[in-house]
């Protein structure tokens, strides 16, 4: 079966530190990967997907980017972060028997202080 | 402009009532598929449904359905006999297959259940 994994699970950084943050799925290949961040009490914000190794795509302008360097792999990072970078984000993965059911990892707490 | 629009922002029942959580959507495409999704205090979120556009039968999953409605452009979800395990925030998010399965959320749903 396939699962997806996030880490860390909460994080507390200070204005101006870098951010990584990985997502790793398991039990499929190719998989779609998608980034989003939830601010507290918001919808959720569609920020990166790919649909393979080095390929992203960019869906809201901002000081993060990300990262495919593996298959089943996919990695959030900021050089500076920003207060306005604090929130919950979570990975996701296009599956299901038609590929177009997303499913998603437990998600990372980011608080920025 | 919004694909996805949750106009009921927070909602509070008494344990048992039924409740209806809205969902309206907007889309050209022809063939497109819908979505509920579960997030309990914990975070994660949880697929409950997907529906595709050519399917307009309503469902029914224990005390969960759904009505989809194409001429209203709306798919609702149903709880039935509420529980406190219900309480969560509940998203409804539309896919449209000429964009490449790219999701699009509506800003959710909170539902709270009192006991």
């Known amino acids: 079966s396939q699962t997806i994994h996030q880490w860390p699970a909460t994080l507390v950084q200070p204005v101006g530190s870098p951010l990584s943050l990985e997502c790793t799925v398991e039990?499929?290949?190719?998989?779609?990967l998608y980034w989003y961040r939830q601010a507290a009490g918001r919808g959720l914000q569609l920020l990166f997907y790919s649909v393979g190794i080095g390929q992203i795509s960019s869906e809201v302008p901002q000081n993060l980017s990300a990262s495919r360097p593996q298959d089943r792999q996919f990695i959030l990072s900021s050089k500076k972060l920003l207060l306005s970078d604090s929130g919950f984000y979570l990975c996701?993965?296009?599956?299901?028997?038609?590929?177009?059911?997303?499913?998603f990892g437990p998600g990372t707490r980011l608080t920025v202080l | 402009a919004q694909k996805v629009t949750q106009a009921q922002t927070e909602i509070s029942v008494v344990e048992k009532e039924d409740v209806t959580l809205d969902c309206v959507y907007e889309?050209?495409?022809?063939?497109?598929?819908l979505f509920w999704y579960k997030q309990p205090p914990s975070g994660e979120l949880v697929f409950l449904i997907r529906?595709?556009?050519?399917?307009?039968q309503n469902e029914i999953s224990g005390r969960y359905s759904w009505n989809f409605q194409k001429s209203t452009s709306s798919f609702n979800f149903t709880i039935t006999a509420s529980q406190v395990v219900d309480s969560a925030v509940y998203f409804c998010a539309l896919s449209e297959a000429r964009r490449g399965n790219q999701f699009y959320f509506g800003t959710g749903t909170s539902l709270t259940v009192i006991p």
């Open positions: 996701a993965w296009l599956g299901g028997p038609s590929y177009n059911e997303q499913f």
């Open positions: 039990g499929t290949s190719n998989p779609n």
């Open positions: 889309t050209r495409d022809t063939t497109y598929y």
């Open positions: 529906r595709n556009s050519f399917d307009e």
